[in-house]
């Protein structure tokens, strides 16, 4: 596969020290570009912006402009696949473009008469200007619509549906989803599915810290503590992040949540933060993580048992990517939880003593 690319591209992947592709890199190269509809399923960390963006951006032709539409569920998924994408992009002599609600549409519709060949962004912020008529998607050949299963929530699914009908009849779609659960209703007839789902992350290291269920915050305040520790931590209801933060705080923990009212330009500041190890840890919910990449990234902490398996995946997914080591730390108060912990993973326990972590 590496050697029909461009010899730009290949450069580019020589200087990445990028050796082989995944499984979901080398199966779906074919059948999109071969304009196939496809729906790709591969856990997290597994490589699908490539799987899809390498073989889409071949098919488009230079100085045509708004050939390719790539739709993602949240700003943070949308603005990570543009930064990918312009690398790639601008190497071949292409340009990204990226849409997002929360930012000045006046702005974006600058962008656009500057002709960019693909548009990147979140479902009803390019609905805004399908509707204006600045986004023509009758030029559009390829919609890819990242994050599927996100994309079929209720508050988003209307407007990637109204997108879709305004494309050209013959146009190619391509799914990715990190879940098999999709309901393949919602898929266009004949659409050609590629799961590596049974795809073991063996990079990953599963574990469990026991602790009463009044001391989980200071068992987060004990793993700031341990030498290099830096984690990104799970909650399940709101409220207890909330009240997890303002302790972690109080102790002069450099401990942050991303709460989902908090507005673009301060999540990017946290998460840049986060990414230069000036936070320990970071607080989140299944909700407002999504989407949220940081390479390198240690160790995620679930300070609840998930509620089910497909949560964990998704959790467990954002450390360990591409191959890097990875670790899964969650806290137990009750014999039942580990039960419920145990049909996620296969899991060991693990041991907090002197800010050291140790495993029996």
């Known amino acids: 596969m590496k050697t029909t690319l461009p010899a730009s591209w290949q450069d580019q992947l020589d200087q990445a020290g990028f050796t082989s592709f995944t499984p979901i890199q080398e199966q779906m190269f074919e059948p999109i570009h071969a304009g196939e509809t496809v729906l790709g399923i591969s856990p997290t960390g597994t490589g699908k912006t490539l799987a899809y963006l390498l073989p889409t951006l071949l098919t488009i032709q230079p100085k045509k402009a708004q050939q390719l539409l790539i739709l993602a569920p949240n700003t943070e998924l949308a603005g990570q696949i543009f930064e990918v994408c312009k690398t790639w992009a601008e ?10 609600s929360g930012s000045s549409q006046k702005r974006q519709i600058e962008r656009l008469k500057k002709g960019p060949e693909i548009l990147i962004g979140t479902p009803g912020r390019i609905f805004e200007l399908i509707k204006l008529k600045k986004v023509k998607m009758m030029n559009v050949h390829t919609i890819v619509l ?3 299963d996100q994309l079929l929530s209720d508050s988003q699914y209307p407007f990637v ?7 050209p009849r013959d146009h190619q779609l391509i799914y990715m989803s990190a879940t098999s659960q999709v309901d393949p209703d919602k898929l266009a007839p004949h659409t050609r599915t590629i799961a590596i789902d049974n795809m073991e992350l063996t990079n ?26 830096r984690g990104l931590v799970f909650f399940n209801s709101l409220s207890d992040l909330g009240s997890a933060e303002e302790k972690l705080q109080y102790r002069g923990i450099e401990a942050v949540s ?8 301060f999540r ?4 840049e933060k986060f990414k230069n190890h000036a936070l320990t840890l970071l607080l989140a919910t299944d909700l407002v993580a999504r989407g949220i990449d940081i390479e390198l990234l240690e160790c995620v902490v ?10 964990y995946t998704h959790r467990a997914g954002r450390t ?10 969650t806290l137990i108060s009750h014999p039942e939880e580990l039960k419920s912990l145990k049909k996620y993973a296969t899991v060991r326990q693990l041991f907090l003593k002197n800010q050291m972590l140790y495993v029996e």
């Open 91 to 100: 190497s071949i002599g292409l340009q990204a473009q990226l849409f997002l």
């Open 146 to 148: 990242d994050e599927f």
């Open 161 to 167: 549906d109204k997108i879709c009908r305004y494309a």
């Open 204 to 229: 990953i290291q599963h574990f469990y810290l026991e602790v009463d269920k009044r001391e989980k915050v200071e068992l987060l305040r004990k793993l700031a503590h341990v030498e290099d520790f």
């Open 258 to 265: 991303l709460a989902s009212d908090v507005n673009v330009k």
């Open 268 to 271: 990017k500041v946290i998460l």
């Open 302 to 311: 679930n300070y609840d048992v998930p509620r089910d398996k497909e949560t």
């Open 320 to 329: 360990g990517r591409m191959g890097k080591d990875g670790f899964v730390i």
